[in-house]
């Protein structure tokens, strides 16, 4: 079984910036970090292939980069010029094929527990 650990959130102001990472037991060929504001529905940020092809959502695109390390089983989520609306709690998350080409992110597999990141304006 998979298990996913997030580490890194924290608070900062509105264009700082934050490294998220994920210790995994193991890579499936869908990685992705998924996340959830306060009150709303789990939204997906982005996600890695096992090719390391990247995608990502609109909201983040050209401020967030996510990246692994297929040695230390590390994934990452640099996140730049960070805005209030960032905030949420920040979900590791791994899946199959069918989750990276479709983003339904709801049928990730394994979840981590989460790291909270909170952004003031």
């Known amino acids: 079984l998979v298990h996913l650990v997030e580490s890194g959130g924290g608070s900062v102001q509105a264009g700082g910036s934050l490294r998220l990472s994920c210790d995994a037991s193991?890579?499936?060929?869908?990685m992705a970090w998924i996340r959830q504001a306060p009150g709303k529905e789990y939204e997906g940020v982005a996600n890695?292939?096992?090719?390391?092809?990247?995608n990502y959502e609109d909201s983040v695109k050209g401020r967030f980069t996510i990246s692994k390390d297929n040695y230390k089983n590390t994934m990452t989520l640099q996140m730049s010029d960070l805005k209030p609306e960032d905030t949420a709690m920040y979900y590791c998350?791994?899946?199959?094929?069918?989750?990276?080409?479709?983003?339904?992110?709801?049928?990730?597999?394994?979840w981590g527990k989460g790291t909270l990141v909170t952004v003031s304006s």
């Open positions: 193991e890579f499936t060929y869908c």
């Open positions: 998350a791994a899946g199959s094929t069918y989750v990276c080409e479709t983003r339904n992110y709801n049928a990730m597999d394994i």
């Open positions: 890695i292939e096992a090719d390391g092809t990247a």
